[in-house]
């Protein structure tokens, strides 16, 4: 089992930044990517951003250019640097894991999530 908790929302004004984190613990192994995901009210969850073993980034297009997916493979931690923030960007954040247990099946986890408002 891993765990993942997340940290770093909070309330910003629009044009401000908020760096998210991201810390995994637990039975970790195989990472192959680690992700954010946010979700509004009312709507489904969307991937933000995700990293991959090997580096490789994605970016949603709504966030490209003013968000930056980062990792610190030493410590099992994920972040995300949110600049110029809009109020849609509002939304609930989740970090989300995948790692590979053995030949192609793989494990998902979410964390719990945090809570990231931008005002007008």
């Known amino acids: 089992q891993v765990h993942l908790v997340e940290s770093g929302g909070g309330l910003v004004q629009a044009g401000g930044s908020l760096r998210l984190s991201c810390a995994a613990s637990?039975?970790?192994?195989?990472?192959?990517?680690m992700e954010w995901y946010r979700q509004a009210l009312g709507n489904e969850r969307e991937l933000v951003a995700g990293?991959?073993?090997?580096?490789?980034?994605n970016y949603a297009d709504s966030v490209k250019g003013r968000f930056t997916i980062s990792r610190d493979n030493t410590k099992n931690m994920v972040y995300l640097q949110m600049n110029s923030l809009k109020p849609e960007d509002t939304a609930v954040y989740y970090c989300?894991?995948?790692?590979?247990?053995?030949?192609?099946?793989?494990?998902?986890?979410w964390g719990q999530g945090t809570q990231v408002t931008v005002s007008s």
């Open positions: 990293i991959r073993s090997t580096g490789t980034t």
């Open positions: 637990g039975s970790i192994f195989s990472i192959k990517a």
């Open positions: 989300h894991l995948v790692q590979g247990v053995v030949g192609s099946i793989t494990q998902e986890f």
